[in-house]
Structures are given as structure tokens and as C-alpha cells.
Nanobody
Framework: VQLQASGGGLVQAGGSLRLSCAAF????????MGWFRQAPGKEREFVAA????????DYAESVKGRFTISRDNAKNTVYLQMNSLKPEDTAVYYC????????????????WGQGTLVTVSS
């Protein structure tokens, strides 16, 4: 499966952005999907995940109540609505098919697709 994230940009603190991730190739609807992010100089971290049919979602504590993950299987697309953005949300955001391993969501692929840069100014 190939993944293309988009929708990033520059936004002021308190603002909103909606990221999209289009999937190409294998059957998108069979995968749980997740968003991750990597800030400059930091390791990539989990942000949010949604089950294959969209009936359940999970969030990192740092984004709970501010971010919402959703998906449209007819469009092979997963979304991340980001509200009340903070400067610490600045990062490159990636989507990936995921599985739950223990208590952590992990990318099931051996590589990452193209991310999208989100910059939040103070």
C-alpha cells in the first residue's frame, strides 16, 4: 500500500488544520490506520489510530480532546482534524496502517510514506 499525506501548513497557535492521507494499492478498508508525527530532533511518536471500520479510535494523551481521527473507506482516505493547535504540535505527520502490539500502535509496513509538515507559530 502506498500512502500520501497532505493538508499540512503554517498555522497560529489555537488554529486548526485537517490532514488527509490517501492510500493506494491493497485493500485500505482491511487495515486499522494511524497517524504519527516526528518533531525536529525527536523520535517519531504515535498520535492517533482508528479501527478498520471506524468504530473505535485511540489517541496519545497529548492530543486527546483536540484531535479527531476519521476515515472514509469509500475514498481510501483517513483524516486527522487538529484543533486548538499548540507550538509543540509542530512536526512532520505521517499516516500508516497499524496494529496493536501490547499497548502500542505500530506501523505494519517496513517504511513510511510521504509525510506532511505542520508548523504552529506562537
Amino acid at each position: 500500500v502506498q500512502l500520501q499525506a497532505s493538508g499540512g501548513g503554517l498555522v497560529q497557535a489555537g488554529g486548526s488544520l485537517r490532514l488527509s492521507c490517501a492510500a493506494f494499492g491493497r485493500t485500505f478498508s482491511s487495515f486499522h490506520m494511524g497517524w504519527f508525527r516526528q518533531a525536529p530532533g525527536k523520535e517519531r511518536e504515535f498520535v492517533a489510530a482508528i479501527t478498520w471500520n471506524g468504530d473505535s479510535s485511540d489517541y496519545a494523551e497529548s492530543v486527546k480532546g483536540r484531535f479527531t481521527i476519521s476515515r472514509d473507506n469509500a475514498k481510501n482516505t483517513v483524516y486527522l482534524q487538529m484543533n486548538s493547535l499548540k507550538p509543540e504540535d509542530t512536526a512532520v505527520y505521517y499516516c500508516a496502517p497499524v496494529s496493536l502490539r501490547g499497548s502500542s500502535w505500530k506501523n505494519v509496513l517496513n517504511a513510511w510514506g510521504q509525510g506532511t509538515l505542520v508548523t504552529v507559530s506562537s
